[in-house]
């Protein structure tokens, strides 16, 4: 859009979005997307890297570290 000039207004109708998706876009072009982890995979990470640390596994995943959380265990030993 900025290449090309375009007002906040004009991007918008130009793709059909919201002025403010234009204006999330034009601050922050590359978000981040929620992405599901996939359980058998992450077992699987914790077994081969157990000493990892939270924010290596999320960078391992392609998710934020809070998409990488520590389940409960319902037993207490």
């Known amino acids: 859009m900025a290449k090309e000039g375009l007002t906040?207004?004009?991007g918008a109708k130009r793709f059909a979005?919201?002025?403010?998706?234009?204006s999330r876009?034009?601050?922050n072009p590359d978000p981040i997307f929620k992405r599901?982890?996939?359980m058998d995979a992450l077992k699987k990470e914790v077994e081969l890297n157990p000493d990892s640390f939270i924010y290596e596994r999320a960078e391992r995943f392609f998710?934020?570290?809070s998409g990488i959380r520590r389940k409960k265990s319902?037993?207490?030993?």
């Open 8 to 10: 906040i207004e004009e």
């Open 17 to 22: 979005v919201g002025k403010v998706s234009i």
């Open 25 to 27: 876009w034009k601050n």
């Open 36 to 38: 599901k982890i996939d």
């Open 63 to 65: 998710v934020s570290n």
């Open 74 to 77: 319902s037993k207490i030993s």
